[in-house]
C-alpha cells in the first residue's frame, strides 16, 4: 500500500515559479514517481517522472527546460519545481506512483494517486 498527499499548489501570477510536493508513506521502495496534471475538460496529462532505480527523469516536451523533478528520499518526498509559469500550466497536478519503475509516460500504469492540488496562473 502506498500513500501520496500532495501540496503546494497556488494562484500564481505568468513567469511565477512554484514548487510542489508529494509526500508518500507506505511500501514506497522500488516505485516509480510520476506527476500528472488535468485541466478542465481534458485528459490527464504526462508532466514528468523519476525512476526509483537510478533517479533517471523524463520530462513532457511542454515542460522540458522549466520544469525539475527530484526526490528526497531521507523525506520520502518527491518535489516538481516549476518555472516561467503560463496560464497553460493551470490544472490540478496529481503524483501518481507506479511500480514498474520504467519512467512510464502512461497514467494506466501508475497503481496510486494522490488527491491532487490546483495550481491557477492568472494575470
Known amino acids: 500500500q502506498v500513500q501520496l498527499v500532495e501540496s503546494g499548489g497556488a494562484l500564481v501570477r505568468p513567469g511565477d515559479s512554484l514548487t510542489l510536493s508529494c509526500a508518500a508513506s507506505g511500501h514506497t521502495a522500488g516505485y516509480a514517481t510520476g506527476w500528472f496534471r488535468q485541466a478542465p475538460g481534458k485528459g490527464r496529462e504526462f508532466v514528468a517522472s523519476i525512476r526509483w532505480s537510478d533517479s533517471r527523469t523524463y520530462y513532457a516536451t511542454s515542460v522540458q527546460g522549466r520544469f525539475t523533478i527530484s526526490r528526497d528520499n531521507a523525506k520520502n518526498t518527491v518535489y516538481l519545481q516549476m518555472h516561467s509559469l503560463n496560464s497553460e500550466d493551470t490544472a490540478v497536478y496529481y503524483c501518481?506512483?507506479?511500480?514498474?519503475?520504467?519512467?512510464?509516460?502512461?497514467?494506466?500504469?501508475?497503481?496510486?494517486w494522490g488527491q491532487g492540488t490546483q495550481v491557477t496562473v492568472s494575470s
Open positions: 501518481g506512483a507506479a511500480a514498474l519503475d520504467g519512467g512510464s509516460y502512461a497514467s494506466a500504469e501508475y497503481e496510486y
